[in-house]
């Protein structure tokens, strides 16, 4: 869901915004967009470097539960024998 938000930017980084988007034939609008993609994916990337070992493995195991299908259960018994 794409929501409209006013901001207010520097009139030198509107200028350069400007340059750039008659440069590469892209709007304002999706430089931007792509600019804070960057900037959150690098952001990401930056935070997950910081975590320990423990904390990545964590990290994987809440993604994978998340992806898991909820009304799909197994019993205590496969839970055992899958461990053993």
């Known amino acids: ?4 938000k006013i901001i207010d930017i520097d009139d030198t ?3 350069k915004l400007k340059l750039l988007s008659a440069f590469d034939g892209m709007s304002v609008k999706s430089i931007m967009e792509k600019a804070v993609s960057f900037y959150v994916e690098y952001k990401e990337k930056e935070r997950l470097k910081a975590l320990s070992e423990e904390e990545r493995e964590d990290l994987g ?11 799909e259960t197994v019993s205590k018994d496969e839970i055992m024998n899958a461990l053993d």
């Open 13 to 15: 980084i509107l200028t």
């Open 1 to 4: 869901m794409k929501t409209r």
């Open 61 to 71: 195991l809440l993604l994978l539960m998340q992806q898991s299908d909820r009304k």
